[in-house]
T-cell receptor
Framework: DAGVTQSPTHLIKTRGQQVTLRCSPK?????VSWYQQALGQGPQFIFQ???????QRGNFPDRFSGHQFPNYSSELNVNALLLGDSALYLC?????????FGPGTRLLVL | KQEVTQIPAALSVPEGENLVLNCSFT??????LQWFRQDPGKGLTSLLL?????REQTSGRLNASLDKSSGRSTLYIAASQPGDSATYLC????????FGTGTSLTVIP
């Protein structure tokens, strides 16, 4: 059983560009959450998707948006990239309460 | 807003020692609390989840306790090994998970 997978593993963009990150949840999991982790910090909650709807949202601007597909996979989109968006982006899936994390996508904005 | 503090920020111990990592949180209205391990540049691995109604949870050499009323949790690691070297994060769940900045543990062979 594959765990949570994320793609790509690394990404370099320039300011003002747009980026899409992808996540496939653990088999059988229906809920996907996204987190941003800056260097030396703990992860910060961006939003959570359940049944293709955004269920919870953290304190992130509208430049951050997402989507969940019928197969429960998810995308995170960030528009108008800023230097401060450089971080490790983590996806976590869950069926009940325990969250299982993917390896993350390292985004560098130049 | 939930604030999570982890003490110490970094810890270096010789192999074989028992150690305690501390986590405190400001809002006691939590559903549960999860402890994670993170290796450098990697994702998080779930270690233990304690429900708000529980006092402790054990898995192998790990034991986590929870005192919801005082806003504290501890992670006890017995007989530490070099492979335990990682950053340990606690995350209480309110309407979302809030993470501390973690404790960076180094176990010296």
């Amino acid at each position: 059983d594959a765990g949570v997978t994320q793609s790509p593993t690394h990404l370099i963009k320039t300011r003002g560009q747009q980026v899409t990150l992808r996540c496939s949840p653990k088999s059988g999991h229906d809920t996907v959450s996204w987190y941003q982790q800056a260097l030396g910090q703990g992860p910060q909650f961006i939003f959570q998707y359940y049944e293709e709807e955004e269920r919870q949202r953290g304190n992130f601007p509208d430049r951050f948006s997402g989507h969940q597909f019928p197969n429960y996979s998810s995308e995170l989109n960030v528009n108008a990239l800023l230097l401060g968006d450089s971080a490790l982006y983590l996806c976590a899936s869950s069926l009940f309460e325990t969250q299982y994390f993917g390896p993350g996508t390292r985004l560098l904005v130049l | 807003k939930q604030e999570v503090t982890q003490i110490p920020a970094a810890l270096s111990v010789p192999e074989g020692e028992n150690l305690v990592l501390n986590c405190s949180f400001t809002d006691s209205a939590i559903y549960n609390l999860q402890w994670f391990r993170q290796d450098p540049g990697k994702g998080l691995t779930s270690l233990l989840l304690i429900q708000s109604s529980q006092r402790e949870q054990t898995s192998g050499r790990l034991n986590a306790s929870l005192d919801k009323s005082s806003g504290r949790s501890t992670l006890y690691i017995a007989a530490s090994q070099p492979g335990d070297s990682a950053t340990y994060l606690c995350a209480p769940l309110c309407n979302q998970f809030y993470f501390g900045t973690g404790t960076s543990l180094t176990v010296i062979p």
